[in-house]
């Protein structure tokens, strides 16, 4: 969170934060964003790694659903 508080200070107002589970779930669970953009490719390696540990998609709104060959962008944001 200092680094959140150094981009205020500097009047930088988006940040895109890319990687997998584990760095997604701890923005999430501090409610650190306004908006998510999830890319997925229709290939399950193993089990898979649920996205959402600790808020649940209803809890989010889908803004927008787009084709990127054969992946799928999904666009979120938080209900206020």
Known sequence: EPILSTLD???ITSL???GGAEIFNQFISKR?????IILEAPV???E????FKTIW?????LKSIEQL????????????
């Open 16 to 18: 895109f934060v890319e």
């Open 69 to 80: 060959g054969p992946d799928e962008k999904r666009v979120f944001r938080k209900f206020d």
């Open 44 to 46: 399950t390696l193993g």
């Open 48 to 51: 898979g790694i649920k996205a």
């Open 9 to 11: 200070h500097n009047k």
């Open 32 to 36: 650190l964003f306004d908006e998510l």
């Open 57 to 61: 998609p209803e809890e989010l709104k």
